[in-house]
């Protein structure tokens, strides 16, 4: 007997995150290892995670310099992960390890928000929860709400979104929707997008020189979004929705690498913003030599000190 007949259907080959199978079974990669929260040695930065959504059972993850002395009001910082809106979580290593050394760095406190994946949750779930996550953050403004380190140490006249690929898709439009819907004692400073996950129909820069590339990120964007209506989707090109001059913050930083076919949407993004009737400040940091994400396969590499240092001053530049 043929034992390749047995073997499960792929439907689905997502590799190397993830693959789907004819019975339906999602098996994911990477970016499934979780570690707990806790006081790291390294940074003297502690962490907790909270829940914040009972109906989906989500939490956040809290960090803050265990140097913080009562009547200290810290920037905040929200932070979104990335993995294409279908792996890794809040409370992976990947990201525990990026945001202890940038807490510690910038002196912040920082809120890392896990929400649902595709394909099992399609788009647009991970932005509903994150707007959800928002709104909880914010429930804490008045200093009344359900997490003391909120109430006592966040400065909600400072807030920062950011996120890594598809965290930094979504910080982009938290960033719009704040824009539109405010939320009260909630002030967006800036939003920092690192590698951000933004794609189009019609390629910009270098892209049309890589199409196998072009293809497997539109196969990606269809996965996680079933119902697109394809890479022109507003959610996927920000430029084919609300006008950019509606973001709802003052600054942005954009962190693109060199050598990453996302770089140059990263780069027309930067030039749209600035062309745009928005009116804040806009930075672009390029990484030589990087790819996609390097910092956080790599985050002791000189380049990715360098970055961390470049987003630990964008969330400190209008301290007094």
């Known amino acids: 007997m ?18 789907l199978y004819k019975d339906g079974r999602i098996e994911r990669l990477m970016g499934t290892e979780v570690v707990p929260p806790g006081l790291d040695p390294k940074t003297n930065v502690d962490s907790k995670d909270v829940l914040y959504s009972p109906e989906n059972g989500l939490s956040n993850r809290l960090y803050i310099p265990k140097t913080t002395n009562p009547g200290d009001k810290l920037p905040l910082l929200i932070y979104f992960h990335g993995g294409a809106f279908c792996i890794e979580t809040a409370f992976s290593p990947t990201y525990h390890n990026y945001l202890n050394p940038l807490v510690a760095e910038a002196n912040i406190i ?28 914010a429930s804490h403004s008045g ?18 979104f950011a996120g890594d690929s598809a965290g ?3 910080s982009h439009h938290m960033a719009m929707r704040i824009g ?30 890589d199409l196998a590339a072009r293809e497997k990120i539109e196969r990606l964007w269809r996965f996680a979004s079933p119902g697109t209506s394809g890479c022109d989707d507003p959610w996927m090109n920000p430029l084919k929705g609300p006008d950019l001059a509606g973001l709802g913050c003052s600054r942005v930083l954009v962190c693109v690498a ?7 949407r990263g780069c027309y993004y930067y030039e749209k913003l600035k062309e745009s009737a928005w009116g804040g400040e ?5 990484s030589e030599g990087e790819n996609h994400v390097f910092h956080l396969f790599n985050p002791t590499c000189e380049n990715a000190v360098a970055m961390l240092k ?8 209008d301290k007094a």
């Open 2 to 19: 043929d034992s390749s007949s047995t073997l499960p259907e792929i439907t689905v080959d997502a590799s190397p995150m993830l693959r």
């Open 282 to 286: 806009i930075e672009i940091m390029e």
């Open 258 to 264: 060199d050598k990453d076919i996302q770089k140059h």
């Open 110 to 137: 920082a809120v890392s928000v896990d929400y649902r994946r595709a394909p099992e949750h399609p788009i647009p779930a991970a932005y509903d929860d994150s707007w959800t996550a928002l709104k909880w953050i």
């Open 143 to 160: 200093g009344n709400g359900p997490e003391n380190w909120l109430n006592s140490y966040a400065d909600f006249g400072k807030v920062f």
């Open 168 to 170: 930094a898709n979504i």
């Open 180 to 209: 539109k819907e405010k939320l009260e004692g909630f002030t967006v400073t800036g939003i920092n997008l690192t590698h951000p996950y933004f794609w189009g129909t019609e390629p910009v820069g270098d892209e049309i020189k």
């Open 310 to 317: 470049r987003v630990a001053s964008f969330l400190n530049q």
